[in-house]
């Protein structure tokens, strides 16, 4: 897992000038692939809660 995200600051950032062709493709496909992740780790959705609720512990 990654540990930044696209709010974070990158190279990009740091330089003046339009990204290149490549840089734009390298981003677009990182941002991609983190989009697909985030997916992969919340599904499914639609499972329901687990109705257990563990015991409180005695005194």
Do not use: Y
């Not at 950032?13 to 697909?36: C, F, I, T, V």
């Not at 985030?38 to 639609?46: K, R």
């Not at 687990?50 to 005194?59: G, N, R, T, V």
């Amino acid at each position: 897992m990654n540990a930044h995200d696209r709010k974070d600051s990158n190279k990009h950032d740091q330089r003046a000038g339009p990204e290149s062709g490549d840089e734009r493709r390298e981003r677009k496909s990182h941002e991609s692939d983190n989009q697909d992740e985030a997916l992969a780790e919340t599904f499914p959705a639609s499972d329901p809660v687990s109705p257990f609720i563990p015991a409180k512990l005695p005194k």
